[in-house]
Nanobody
Framework: QVQLVESGGGLVQPGESLRLSCTFSGFTSAIGWFRQAPGKEREGVSCIMKSDGSTFYSDSVKGRFTISRDDNENIVFLQMNNLQPEDTAVYYC???????????????????????WGQGTQVIVSS
């Protein structure tokens, strides 16, 4: 069983940056970052593949967020720049039980396709 632990959340002002970390144990073929704001559904933010390092982003964060992976340390990072109040949410990392070799369309952003989840880290963007 894969275990994931997020860290790095906090309170920042609009325009500032944060770097989230997802430390995982075991083999993962893909790591996704999701977020959930109060009263809203869980939203796929980004995903990175182990097979070829492919990365995926939601339109809402493209150009501001960068996902990266350090397999030596079993950590996936989410660098978040130019944060805005609408980025406020609990951020989760997750991984599927199945081995993903390739992602089709926006499948990476479907939380139902992920089996293991971390406990989440809170990000608040407010002036």
């Amino acid at each position: 069983q894969v275990q994931l632990v997020e860290s790095g959340g906090g309170l920042v002002q609009p325009g500032e940056s944060l770097r989230l970390s997802c430390t995982f144990s075991g083999f993962t073929s893909a790591i996704g970052w999701f977020r959930q704001a109060p009263g809203k559904e869980r939203e796929g933010v980004s995903c990175i593949m182990k097979s070829d390092g492919s990365t995926f982003y939601s339109d809402s964060v493209k150009g501001r967020f960068t996902i990266s992976r350090d397999d030596n340390e079993n950590i996936v990072f989410l660098q978040m720049n130019n944060l805005q109040p609408e980025d406020t949410a609990v951020y989760y990392c997750a991984t599927p039980k199945a081995i993903w070799v390739k992602v089709y369309g926006n499948d990476w952003s479907d939380p139902d396709l992920y089996d293991y989840w971390g406990q989440g880290t809170q990000v608040i963007v407010s002036s």
